[in-house]
């Protein structure tokens, strides 16, 4: 790996703006490699094409007495065997808000280059060879879906053909619903909240496409 690349791999995570103690974030080709607050030997997590990750990514209001003084910026990283990387920092008061931001999107954006888009190819020719598979508890088969979606009571498994499939992307979440019977046939699935929405949200429009 070169130096340039090398640098485009790696962050300094600060907490906040008064952390003095960051946490260092690097990708390299094999492996997500996360210094751990608590250990001295840091998190490293495979990225082997044969152990799926999940993801999750957000970010969450932070509110003062009265009003909204900060934002958290949240993405967490999950292995096969249930460990957790969990990359977090804030910004208050508007102070490094831009820079907070910016690398928030280029850490999901590396991250879903390296791993996530990959994924996304990987679930996309399990469809084309008419094997059903099971992304973010969507089951998914050659002639449509099976989504749980919830009522007054519990939520009941339901079966949606292809062309009966709707969607509806939001800045926080991503919309499944029946076009015949949309009240009454939806699941919402949260970017922060729900592992694996964003490969969902891509492998779902690419098949509708």
Do not use: C
């Not at 607050?37 to 495979?46: A, E, G, I, N, R």
């Not at 996530?116 to 469809?127: I, P, S």
């Not at 059903?132 to 879906?145: K, M, Q, R, S, Y």
């Amino acid at each position: 790996m070169s130096a340039s690349e090398n640098r485009k791999n790696r962050w300094l995570i600060k907490d906040s703006f008064f952390d003095r103690h960051p946490k260092e974030l690097l990708f390299t080709p094999q492996s997500i490699i996360f210094s751990n607050q608590k250990l001295s030997v840091p998190t490293t997590t495979d990225l082997s094409k044969e152990e799926p990750l999940e993801f999750r990514f957000g970010i969450k209001w932070i509110r003062g007495f009265e009003f909204i003084v900060g934002r958290k910026y949240q993405l967490l990283i999950k292995n096969s065997d249930g460990e957790i990387i969990k990359i977090s920092f804030s910004s208050y008061y508007g102070i490094n808000k831009v820079h907070l931001y910016n690398q928030y999107a280029e850490i999901l954006n590396q991250l879903w280059e390296s791993y996530f888009d990959g994924l996304v190819d990987h679930y996309l020719a399990l469809f084309s060879q008419k094997i059903p598979f099971i992304l973010a508890n969507v089951t998914f088969d050659e002639l449509g879906i099976r989504i749980k979606s919830a009522n007054f009571i519990k939520e009941e498994e339901k079966s949606l053909l292809w062309p009966d499939v709707g969607t509806k992307n939001y800045r926080t979440y991503f919309a499944i619903f029946s076009k015949q019977n949309p009240s009454n046939i939806n699941k919402g699935y949260s970017y922060l909240d729900d592992w694996n929405t964003g490969v969902l949200y891509s492998v779902i429009e690419t098949i509708l496409k």
